[in-house]
């Protein structure tokens, strides 16, 4: 199984920045991507961005040019650097990990337990 633990979240101004990062651990063959998401109070959670183990990233429209995402195979880990920070940015945002166990193609999908980022003045 797998476990994710995240950190980088915070308070920030309008235009600031802030980095999240998320690192998966535990019994897993191989993780296959790695994401992003976020929700605000009563919306859905959306994605905000994704990377696959290839490195092939997609955005959501409302991040493109401001956020980027990045990992470190080797250890597991994916970061989101976001700049240019909006009031309507302001969520929880949640890394998601998609894994295989040994023996087996089968994606199991695990989420964090999210992390605050509040962006006001």
């Known amino acids: 199984q797998v476990q994710l633990v995240e950190s980088g979240g915070g308070s920030v101004q309008p235009g600031g920045s802030l980095r999240l990062s998320c690192a998966a651990s535990?019994?897993?063959?191989?993780?296959?991507?790695m994401g992003w998401y976020r929700q605000a109070p009563g919306k859905q959670r959306e994605l905000v961005a994704r990377?696959?183990?290839?490195?092939?990233?997609n955005y959501a429209d409302s991040v493109k040019g401001r956020f980027t995402i990045s990992s470190d195979n080797a250890k597991n880990t994916v970061y989101l650097r976001m700049d240019g920070l909006r009031p309507e940015d302001a969520a929880v945002y949640y890394c998601n990990a998609g894994y295989r166990l040994a023996d087996s193609t089968y994606e199991y999908s695990k989420w964090g337990q999210g992390t605050q980022v509040t962006v006001s003045t």
């Open positions: 990377i696959t183990r290839g490195g092939t990233t």
């Open positions: 535990g019994s897993f063959f191989r993780i296959n991507a």
